[in-house]
């Protein structure tokens, strides 16, 4: 099956927060998004609120229940108290976790996940009595150790960080080691019963090749490409030219 695409609204809301105004409005964006048939939204909600802010997230699942019952909320971030006290109070289907330092610019690395097992072991342990799918957000090249290591957590899924393949878009030979490092590594955590996920300066470019070196991708959570996008073509001419990328 194809991936499904998350549209992550965190530039929508970066732009938003440039002016104490309600626009762009991230729920009317995400609407259009759904609409147009995304499978859902993905949001990050970082400590200083720099662009998704604590108080969307309750109109965002108001939403998705109200107008799309069969479209998921994820939420990313790192397991601070307050982060899952978040989660907990929103219920997403699913939530995505980093191993972000708040003062990060974007998430950039995927964990590790034997050195802190016992922390995620723990999380997704509370996360899963709540009914959350839990992701975990995982290096392009993660071996078959990494991988055994992420399946004892506990999680459902990994989601690869593609910043790496990504940074290649002028670079074809640099794009296809890259293509090789995900392909192989998917695998491995296929065969291991762990879903796949994907995200990070995914483009309508570059999305074909990376659905065909990893065949089973369940969902692509694509934000800051498909914003810009957005900007030319509009959101939702934007989300079904990325819906088609993916192979729908």
Aim: aromatic share 6%; net charge negative; charged share 25%.
């Amino acid at each position: 099956m194809p991936a499904q695409l998350s549209v992550n609204l965190n530039a929508v809301a970066m732009l938003r927060n440039r002016r104490d105004l309600p626009w762009p409005s991230v729920t009317g964006l995400g609407r259009i998004a759904l609409e147009a048939g995304a499978h859902g939204l993905t949001v990050h909600p970082r400590p200083d609120q720099r662009h998704i802010r604590f108080s969307d997230l309750p109109a965002i699942r108001a939403l998705i229940d109200d107008e799309f019952p069969g479209a998921e909320f994820n939420i990313e971030g790192y397991p601070t108290e307050d982060f899952l006290a978040l989660v907990e109070a929103n219920e997403p289907e699913q939530v995505t976790l980093v191993p972000d330092d708040p003062a990060q610019a974007t998430s950039d690395h995927g964990w590790d996940f034997a050195g802190n097992a016992d922390l995620l072991k723990k999380v997704i342990a509370r996360l899963k009595k709540g009914g959350a799918r839990v992701s975990l957000f995982c290096d392009p090249d993660a071996d078959l150790a990494a991988l055994e290591a992420a399946k004892a957590t506990g999680a459902d899924r990994i989601e690869y960080y593609t910043g790496p393949y990504g940074g290649t878009y002028d670079d074809p030979a640099a794009a296809q080691r890259e293509l090789a490092r995900l392909e192989a590594s998917g695998r491995i955590a296929h065969d291991l019963g762990l879903g796949v996920n994907a995200g990070h300066d995914l483009t309508v470019d570059n999305m074909p090749a990376l659905a065909k070196a990893l065949p089973q991708l369940r969902e692509v959570s694509i934000g800051h490409g498909l914003t810009a996008d957005a900007l030319e073509h509009g959101m939702a001419e934007t989300v079904r030219r990325f819906i088609r990328a993916c192979g729908n």
